[in-house]
Every structure is written in C-alpha cells, then in structure tokens.
C-alpha cells in the first residue's frame, strides 16, 4: 500500500464522520453550543471544512472550493470571505449557523472530491516537498497531509460528541 492510498483511507474516514455527526440534525441542534463559549456542531464541521480545504488548495495550487463553487455565498456568514475559523473568538463562533446538515455536508463533499483528486495525482516523491518554510523543521507535502487530517478527525470527534450530549440530554 502506498502512502497516498492510506491518506486516501484516512479521509475517507473523516467524509464518513461528518455525515454520521450532522445527518439528521435541525437548526436547532446544529447551531446548539453547550456553553455560551463551546463550538457548536455547525461550527466545527464548517471549520474542520474549511482547514482542511484552504491547506490543501494551497499545496495543490489550486482555487479554494468555498470561493470557486461560492460555498461562501451559500453559507452567508458574515465573515471575511477566506476566514476558516482559526483563532475565533465566541462571537465569531456564533456567525457561523446553518439551517441544513445539507449544506455542511455538500461544502465537505465537495472539498473531500478536490482532496482525493489531489492525493490520487501523488507520488511518494511528492510528500518530501517543502510546502511551509515558517516552521523548523520546514514542513514537508507529507506532515501537512498528516496534519490535517489529524486536525479534521479532531473536530469530527468533537461534534460527535456534541451530538452525543444532545443525544443524552434530548433521552
């Protein structure tokens, strides 16, 4: 098995557990934050969306879907148009509502395919490209992918267990 096969696996395994977190779901419970300061559901699938789709059009060369399919426009939020929620404070956290797991789902479906057609074109010497000198070490085409995918498999985890809570209070 070749690295990109198990890249390819890994984030397959995350399109999977986006659709198990918000399928489903109303507004209500997708927009629900637990505390006044938590993530909602909605807010970490659109972020984990958008990380994994600004990192990888960015090593790919190529356009980001949020603004090349107008993701953006259909989501609304009144955030800055290349925002991906890094850094959010909870007033931030709060723009980003949704009223449809419909539309978390189609942005990341829509990612997942521009992921896999990049990683499908990968040789194993493409993951020792340098893509980011700002850190030492410099980081490689290989840590990034890794990155994340760790990153997204993180927050997938998280609105799981938000939709776990509602779950448990809603019983």
């Given at each position: ?112 395919e521009q992921t896999l057609e ?54």
């Amino acid at each position: 098995m070749h690295a990109k096969d198990i890249l390819i696996d890994g984030y397959g395994r995350i399109q999977e557990e986006v659709h198990a977190a918000v399928d489903g779901l109303g507004p209500e419970e997708l927009n629900h934050r637990p505390s006044a300061d938590a993530n909602s559901i909605a807010w970490l699938v659109w972020h984990l969306t958008r990380v994994q789709d600004d990192h990888i059009a960015d090593v790919a060369g190529l356009d980001q879907v949020w603004l090349a399919q107008d993701w953006a426009k259909r989501f609304d939020l009144g955030l800055p148009q290349r925002d991906f929620g890094y850094g959010h404070d909870s007033a931030q956290v709060a723009k980003v509502r949704v009223d449809s797991p419909d539309l978390l789902t189609g942005y990341y479906d829509a990612v997942h395919e521009q992921t896999l057609e990049f990683l499908r074109g990968l040789t194993a010497k493409d993951f020792e490209r340098i893509v980011d000198e700002g850190w030492d070490p410099p980081v490689s085409l290989g840590v990034r992918l890794v990155s994340v995918l760790s990153d997204d498999l993180q927050h997938v985890g998280q609105a799981a267990y938000v939709r776990g809570l509602l779950q448990s209070a809603a019983a």
